[in-house]
């Protein structure tokens, strides 16, 4: 039989636990998945195959965030995400693990009986670029619900900074935004289809307050002002910019010429902050200081020149988990960017999706290059 003092000493370790437990700098809500890429040498063509090489690895948005994250800084990281209990759920649970250095114990990845975990098959061509792409992630869609983004809420609200990708379902978005309600947010977009959920998940008239940074990249940001536009008035017209439909730019001033109506309208929604990344033209950071969006101010940051890319898979997420791994220990916001670039071409000059294993010292040396290019830009038509 127990007795009371027994009781009450347990009681006190279970409490000195808790008081001793780690405040999480970032906390991640995104897919893990097992990717499968293939990089042709020469011309892809329907119909038939091509000669290149097959790679298989780990990743997934969120994971390749948290990795970015946990490699390029100190930061305590929380990866809260789902995958099926089958051996490829274990080595996904594995790599994370050991890529997050005794930094997150894992348990915020959920393995679900039964569930099979999500797998992404890319094809890129020669460059890099995706040519195609399939995404099989149903069980993060089903299982990172308004259940398990609750468990995480508290790792959440004492975070820094949280970031949300994409891959949830509408449902689960709105889940972990109500967990992250007092923190910073970043949402990742992740693809044209689901870059909407983000609205789909906030109040009609201005579905994304509470979102501090958005980093869509040309076609999810039409797709998400689109979206943003058909939630104040079903039946409006669709983004006003009738030129350029293929989204494609040899300046970082012709990107923001095509596109300021909708950056304005993503941040008329609430976003605080719109982090627009154009490849090898670098990124637009724009704002709306007072809450005016129709006086956006923007930003041009370079991209690091990358000689020889090994994948273009991924590098995005580096940006995103290099930057955010920065705000985290207080680095300044346009400093904090600079280094998310840098991250991102690391992560080109890698087969693998997810940045780890890195050169602190080449990441500061990059950053510093791309932080002295920084200059603000304005839209040919305000």
Excluded at 3 to 22: D, F, G, K, Q
Excluded at 118 to 126: F, I, L, M, S
Aim: with cysteine; aromatic share 4%.
């Amino acid at each position: 039989m127990t007795s009371a003092r027994e009781v009450a000493r347990a009681r006190l370790a279970r409490l000195a636990r808790v008081v001793r437990a780690p405040a999480r700098d970032v906390v991640v809500f995104g897919g893990v998945v097992v990717d499968v890429h293939a990089r042709a040498r020469g011309a892809t063509a329907r119909g038939t195959s091509a000669r290149g090489r097959v790679d298989r690895g780990v990743g997934g948005v969120g994971l390749n965030v948290a990795c970015a994250c946990a490699a390029t800084s100190a930061a305590r990281v929380r990866l809260v995400s789902a995958c099926g209990d089958d051996a490829d759920g274990a080595s996904v649970r594995e790599a994370w693990r050991a890529r997050a250095r005794g930094r997150d114990d894992g348990a915020g990845v959920r393995a679900r009986a039964g569930a099979r975990t999500g797998r992404v098959v890319a094809v890129t061509d020669e460059s890099g670029e995706i040519v195609a792409s399939v995404a099989d992630v149903d069980v993060v869609e089903r299982d990172v619900d308004e259940e398990w983004c609750e468990k995480y809420a508290s790792d959440a609200r004492g975070a820094r900074v949280v970031v949300i990708d994409g891959n949830l379902s509408a449902r689960g978005i709105r889940a972990a935004r109500r967990a992250a309600a007092t923190t910073a947010t970043w949402f990742e977009p992740v693809s044209v289809a689901k870059a909407v959920r983000i609205v789909e998940s906030g109040d009609a008239g201005r579905p994304m307050v509470g979102v501090r940074w958005c980093s869509p990249n040309a076609a999810e940001l039409r797709e998400l002002a689109n979206a943003v536009r058909r939630s104040w008035a079903k039946g409006s017209p669709m983004s006003p910019c009738p030129f350029n439909p293929e989204l494609e730019f040899d300046a970082a001033n012709d990107a923001l010429d095509a596109l300021a109506s909708d950056i304005a309208t993503v941040l008329a929604a609430g976003c605080e902050r719109v982090v627009l990344t154009l490849g090898s033209l670098g990124v637009i950071v724009s704002s709306a200081p007072d809450g005016d969006a129709s006086n956006a101010e923007h930003a041009h940051v370079p991209a690091f020149a990358v000689k020889s890319a090994a994948s273009l898979i991924g590098a995005g997420d580096a940006l995103v988990g290099g930057a955010v791994g920065a705000l985290a220990r207080g680095v300044d916001e346009m400093r904090a960017i600079a280094i998310g670039v840098a991250c991102a071409s690391m992560a080109c000059e890698r087969r693998e999706a997810a940045l780890f294993d890195v050169d602190a010292r080449e990441i500061d040396r990059r950053a510093a290059i791309v932080f002295d290019g920084i200059t603000p830009i304005k839209a040919a038509v305000q």
